[in-house]
């Protein structure tokens, strides 16, 4: 400290103007002549010379408890400490220890602490200072002790203490210390927040040299703490002015703006405050909020936005109010979406409980008049606030809007608890309550709970009507419910009933209930009726043209089943005539073609199937269409032909194709027919070797008998019987089957098991070995013991001798999918795919789609997809797995170019998990892109859609909120993100963790621009 400099400079100085000590040499004098040269030069304050006197006179060695040594000691101590020499310390605490009891020991203390005081220890130094009895000081030394012990208080921060010290010392007359005295005594009063002392003082020495740099800024702080705003703008103001080098002068100018906001003057404010923020790195939370808070009084939203969001790091009043600010910001530019986030955001806190019952109302509010519910927040939110604010003046609004939420919200069940909870009467809950159940129905309808959607439309059917349009519908949905449950004459007393119901002809499915109705009677078998419901179809229909070709394929079947085929003819026709390719139409054609056949126009038939294996050389129908070719031209006698055709079945069909078999038959009959009797004979017999225990190979052994006995070649036909097992000496095994086979349709499973195990023991190769496995497979089967039962059935498979081996494989492949032994299943579901019937190779179909996919094949869960899509798209349902398989197998493989059409036509339908991760996998997909304003666009189209599905809602969150980070919109991607935290409810780890390092990233954000201080 410049006291301290001064006083030194001072004592040297003296020094320099005493006489030169070669005049008076001390190295031929005396022991007490050196001590009294020594005391001179010290009375003198020629210190150096003092020392050197003293120092030759300790080396006479005087005597140890003389008063002479003991003052030598204390000059040569002072000394050093008044020339600040190294050993100054050590020799005043050597002087010290020696003489505990000196009269100098309190002003030892004083230059002790000094010392320490100015090598910046001042907990050591305020220690001597507190030992020192000041009544053995003389003046000077006691105006020295109140000053340094008053300025180590004060860097200790002991302000109270440091206070008393220094106005002790202000008592005093004007002396060297008192300017600074009055500065520090001014500081430990501000620092107390004595506002009113601290600045009095502080003003009596700003223009001080010393404390120029830091007092006005003091001053500033004390005015703004004690409110005389414009004392202090016009004093800050001067300072501004007035420039120079005031290292505080951003520190006055951040004054300003916080004195300019607390007097209202937000123009002033930003201007200072902005200031301020451009020469800090950091500025605080409560210098956000101001700023914030004066641009939003200025009109100047996006700013009172920008920077209201960098004062919401932590949870506190602050953050509350700049939410709302936020929110009202948001309002003033027209921007919902980001008003409803933020006002979410203040009603989170309970701080102040008015800005909070403010800002839940504007949240519901403006949640409601978005429709935005994804999670049922409108809802919630009006429930939340009649929770908490009963008696508030919004109430009767609150009702108002709630009922109106009822009508739109698409998160059904919540809506539905909701009006449970309220116990109303009012015809206007109950029309919303019957609203929320119908849509609960359609909901379940379209995730395939179709007892729980009964339930729901079975509810509005057997109440009282509120509104006719639901309650006329609901009887449609409730027939379809009955319908898919194969409850049929339910569904037709319900789809009659909506038929019925006033209105329902303006309805979306009044043609489509007599599609529904046509479908029914089918299934009952009474096919006028039937016929009836599908021609008053067609004369509702004319856009759907899938539909119409099925309606018009169902109309010539219920002709065709009543033998009317002209009409069935006719039909058929009327079906092709929507245009080839639509899916149904190669159906149409075969059986136009077949009625040909049994109206004997076997050219025309001919020509039919032709053109529908031309078209259609992938249909189901095209092995069927080929086989009734050949048969026309075995009806024409152009036998030649049919054996062609008959051979082209079996060059391009697998052996295990029953049509193959079924064409073999039919060559070996024409070649017998036509003369060729051994060609016919070799047919006939490799029939019974290839497809042994079939209808046609025991055709085959009928026909060879008669033959070969008319032509007298019995040994021959007696060899063949003999080499089947069909000699007399099976006549034992033949009984013994016979009796397990009867136990076995009486249903006595255990008995059966019992008695084909010993017929299989008895005869290990006896005729019927494949039947007594298979039918005691079945009794496995029944009795829930599959594992047994398909060992068996597998045993089967390659057996030649097992008649039943389509079924067979339908079981195996059956309870090894159940099992989970996909690979496997995948192996019979194909083997099935070759060989089964029309019914069958559908569900072989799904079958190998459904492995395909669990075991990671994904190209063979596409192909079978697009099979599957080829030859039964009319059928809906189906269809929504077989596109789902076939998109995620897509992207599975990287291929998602060519998933987007999947994409696309499941996204259409949030209300099923399929379109409800396809809509999720839109949005991702465009984000993956880059294109991240059509990944937004479809997360809130998805928002506004909502799904029952909230998992991929969720995940539809967390996606808009990486796009908001990546696009450094933090505040909406936090607000996005403890929406989400707040009202998704379900326990999905892998979205609370996604929640947590999005916030995470947001909170360092946060940090990097905020201080903390």
């Excluded at 210098?287 to 920008?306: E, P, Q, V």
């Excluded at 800002?359 to 908490?388: C, D, G, H, I, Q």
């Amino acid at each position: 400290m410049k006291y301290i400099s001064r006083f030194v400079v001072l004592a040297l100085m003296c020094a320099s103007l005493t006489p030169c000590i070669a005049q008076r040499s001390p190295f031929d004098n005396t022991q007490h002549r050196l001590f009294s040269e020594g005391q001179s030069f010290f009375t003198e304050k020629n210190y150096s010379a003092s020392t050197r006197y003293l120092e030759e006179y300790l080396k006479t060695n005087p005597d140890a408890e003389s008063e002479e040594l003991r003052q030598a000691k204390y000059y040569i101590a002072m000394s050093s400490y008044i020339l600040r020499k190294d050993d100054a310390q050590s020799k005043l605490e050597a002087y010290q220890a020696r003489y505990p009891y000196s009269t100098d020991n309190e002003r030892i203390h004083l230059y002790l602490g000094i010392l320490e005081f100015e090598s910046g220890k001042y907990k050591p130094a305020i220690k001597h200072f507190e030992q020192i009895k000041a009544a053995e000081l003389d003046e000077e030394e006691f105006l020295e002790l109140l000053f340094y012990k008053g300025y180590a208080y004060v860097k200790q921060e002991s302000y109270e203490k440091a206070a008393y010290e220094l106005q002790e010392l202000l008592k005093k007359p004007e002396n060297k210390f008192s300017q600074a005295a009055r500065y520090y005594y001014g500081f430990s009063q501000y620092r107390l927040e004595n506002y009113e002392t601290a600045y009095e003082y502080l003003k009596s020495v700003e223009d001080h040299p010393d404390f120029q740099t830091t007092t006005p800024y003091i001053i500033c702080q004390c005015l703004y703490k004690m409110d005389r705003c414009s004392e202090l703008q016009s004093y800050g103001k001067a300072l501004l002015d007035k420039g120079g080098n005031n290292k505080n002068i951003n520190d006055i100018k951040h004054l300003l703006g916080a004195c300019s906001f607390k007097s209202q003057n937000y123009a002033d404010a930003l201007e200072y405050l902005s200031l301020y923020k451009t020469a800090t790195k950091k500025i605080s939370r409560e210098d956000w909020y101001m700023l914030g808070i004066s641009a939003y009084k200025t009109d100047d939203f996006k700013n009172a936005i920008a920077y209201l969001s960098k004062a919401t790091s932590k949870e506190d009043i602050l953050t509350q109010n700049s939410y709302f600010h936020i929110a009202m910001a948001y309002i003033k530019l027209g921007d919902k979406k980001n008003a409803r986030m933020a006002f979410e955001a203040a009603a989170r806190y309970k701080y102040d409980s008015g800005i909070q019952e403010d800002a839940l109302y504007n949240y519901a509010l403006v949640t409601y008049e978005m429709s935005f519910s994804p999670f049922n927040e409108s809802v919630v939110a009006f429930e939340r606030f009649l929770k908490y604010f009963p008696n508030s003046q919004y109430v009767p609004k609150v009702y108002e809007y709630l009922l109106n939420v009822y009508l739109t919200t698409k998160n059904y069940d919540a809506a539905y608890q909701s009006i449970q909870n309220i116990k109303s009467d009012n015809p206007a809950i109950k029309e919303a309550e019957q609203r929320v159940l119908f849509g609960m129905g359609t909901t379940a309808v379209a995730n395939r709970k179709y007892g729980a959607a009964a339930e729901n439309f079975e509810t509005i059917i057997n109440n009282r009507s509120y509104n006719y349009e639901i309650t006329a519908r609901s009887y449609f949905w409730y027939g379809e419910c009955m319908y898919k449950m194969k409850k049929y004459d339910e569904a037709k007393k319900a789809y009659e009933g909506y038929l019925n119901k006033i209105g329902s002809k303006n309805g979306d499915e009044y043609s489509l209930a007599h599609y529904n109705l046509g479908y029914v009677y089918i299934k009952q078998n009474d096919y006028k009726e039937a016929n009836l419901w599908f021609r008053k179809f067609i004369n509702l229909e004319s856009e759907d043209k899938v539909m119409l070709v099925d309606a018009c394929n169902r109309i010539g079947d219920c002709y065709f089943q009543n033998r009317q085929f002209d009409q069935a003819k006719n039909a058929y026709e009327q079906a092709s005539q929507y245009g080839i390719k639509i899916q149904g139409t190669d159906y149409s054609l075969y059986q136009k073609g077949f009625v040909c056949g049994l109206q004997k126009d076997y050219n025309q038939k001919i020509t039919i199937m032709q053109s529908l294996i031309a078209e259609y050389p992938k249909s189901e129908w095209a092995d069927d269409a080929l086989f009734e070719i050949g048969r026309a031209y075995v009806a024409i006698d152009n036998n030649a032909d049919a054996i062609t055709t008959f051979n082209r079945i079996n060059k391009e069909y697998p052996k295990t194709n029953s049509i193959v078999r079924k064409s073999k038959l039919q060559i070996a009959m024409l070649q017998y027919n036509g003369g060729e009797t051994d060609k016919a004979v070799s047919t006939y017999k490799s029939i019974i070797s290839e497809y042994p225990n079939t209808e046609e190979a025991e055709t085959s052994l009928s026909t060879l008998e008669s033959i070969l006995v008319e032509t007298n070649r019995v040994e021959e036909y007696t060899g063949l019987t003999k080499s089947l097992g069909r000699g007399s000496s099976t006549q034992a095994d033949s009984l013994m089957y016979k009796a397990a086979e009867k136990v076995y349709f009486r249903d006595e499973l255990e008995e059966a098991i019992n008695s084909f195990t010993k017929y299989i023991n008895t005869y290990p190769e006896g005729k019927y070995n494949a039947l007594a496995k298979y039918y005691m497979a079945n009794c496995y089967y029944r009795q829930n013991d599959k594992s047994t039962a398909l060992s068996l059935y597998i045993s089967l498979i390659d057996n030649p001798k097992n008649p039943n081996l389509e079924e067979t494989l339908v079981r195996t492949a059956a309870i090894s999918y159940d099992e989970n032994k996909h690979e496997e299943a995948y192996k019979y579901f194909s083997q099935l795919y070759e060989l089964g019937s029309k019914d069958n190779k559908k569900a072989a179909s799904i079958g190998m789609m459904r492995c395909a996919y669990m075991i990671n094949n994904y190209q063979e869960t596409i192909d079978a997809a697009n099979r599957i899509a080829e030859q039964y798209g009319t059928d809906a349902e189906l269809m929504l797995e077989v596109v789902y398989k076939r998109m995620k197998s897509y992207i599975n493989t990287d291929r998602r170019s060519d998933a987007a059409k999947d994409i696309t036509t499941l996204a259409k339908d949030t209300r099923n998990e399929y379109g409800a991760e396809a809509k999720y996998l839109m949005a991702e997909t465009y984000k993956i892109n880059s294109q991240n304003d059509e990944a937004e666009k479809e997360i809130f189209d998805f928002i506004d859609k909502g799904t029952p599905h909230t998992y991929w809602l969720a995940k539809s969150f967390i996606l808009l909120s990486d796009i908001y980070i990546e696009q450094e919109n933090y505040f909406e991607a936090k607000q996005y993100l403890l929406s989400l935290q707040d009202n998704y409810k379900e326990a999905d780890e892998d979205i609370k963790k996604a929640i947590a390092e999005r916030l995470e990233i947001i909170e360092k954000h946060e940090n990097e621009t905020v201080s903390n201080n």
